[in-house]
């Protein structure tokens, strides 16, 4: 069977949250031909690890470049996507005299 899978974090050499979608990528394709829609930012480690037979032949990549990038501060990161894009003005405090 054919799969089209989004992971959008999936790295096979990556850690934290991408490569557990590495892990359900790879345990799929065990048993079916894999297409996977993940972040550009992998493509260079992903390449890297197919020259290497990390990657079998039934994983076929697909990559998207994502638009936005978020603030390093997670709390900050997380306004930037209630607002759809970061603010500076709004974390400015008027002082009153």
């Not at 359900?24 to 993940?38: P, Q």
Request: aromatic share 12%; hydrophobic share 35%.
């Amino acid at each position: 069977m054919k799969l089209l899978l989004s992971a959008i974090a999936c790295d096979p050499c990556g850690g934290s949250e991408s490569i557990y979608g590495w892990y359900v990528v790879s345990a799929l394709a065990k048993h079916h031909e894999c297409y996977v829609i993940t972040e550009k930012r992998f493509q260079k480690s992903i390449e890297q690890s197919k020259k290497r037979g990390i990657v079998p032949d039934s994983i076929h990549f697909r990559y998207l470049s994502m638009g936005a990038t978020y603030h390093p501060n997670r709390l900050v990161a997380l306004f930037q996507g209630l607002q759809g894009e970061f603010r500076p003005s709004f974390f400015c405090v008027k002082k009153n005299h």
